[in-house]
């Protein structure tokens, strides 16, 4: 009868490895779901650093092609000064003479200008778009399709490496 007691007090045995599967199965579903939220943020971070990257490059090379920027702008007024000057000396009724040396002058700076990006912008003759051009004033167009057209240039237009750095001052026929 001792026997039969001690039978009956034990408690049931359950296999250990069912209750581990299910709590492992739980665990590595967790995992796996931690796992994958971390790659994600991972992934995120990298294209975001790559991006980042690729601005700093494009905004570095902006300002490398533009660094001589102010510096120009400040040398058009001398630049426009020469111009008139030559164009001053070149008319027929004038007594004032544009001499060699001026004029070499004037195409060396024109020329190293240029060299680092400069371009005068043609305006007359063309459409007027107030993204390249500032209109002055408006006259009457001598035939309607010269109505809206730049009919003469007050101040030239200038760009630095496809960037407008003076708007073309102009008369716009209406």
Do not use: C, W
């Not at 009868?1 to 579903?29: A, R």
């Not at 400040?74 to 001026?102: H, I, M, Q, W, Y």
């Not at 195409?107 to 007359?124: P, R, V, W, Y």
């Not at 007027?128 to 009919?151: Q, R, Y």
């Amino acid at each position: 009868m001792h026997n039969e007691e001690i039978k009956d007090e034990q408690p049931e045995v359950t296999d250990p490895m069912e209750e581990t599967t299910v709590s492992d199965d739980q665990g590595v579903t967790e995992l796996e779901k931690q796992r994958d939220e971390l790659k994600d943020k991972y992934l995120r971070l990298f294209a975001e650093f790559d991006n980042y990257k690729r601005r700093t490059m494009k905004e570095r090379l902006d300002i490398m092609k533009t660094a001589a920027q102010d510096t120009i702008v400040a040398l058009l007024p001398v630049l426009d000064d020469f111009e008139r000057a030559k164009r001053n000396a070149e008319n027929e009724n004038s007594t004032e003479v544009f001499s060699e040396g001026v004029h070499l002058v004037y195409q060396k700076l024109f020329s190293i200008l240029h060299q680092q990006g400069l371009e005068a912008m043609d305006t007359n003759g063309q459409p007027f778009d107030p993204e390249l051009h500032e209109a002055l004033t408006e006259i009457p167009a001598p035939s309607e399709e010269l109505k809206g057209v730049v009919m003469d240039t007050i101040e030239k237009g200038y760009k630095l490496k496809d960037k407008i750095i003076r708007h073309a001052k102009v008369v716009v026929g209406k």
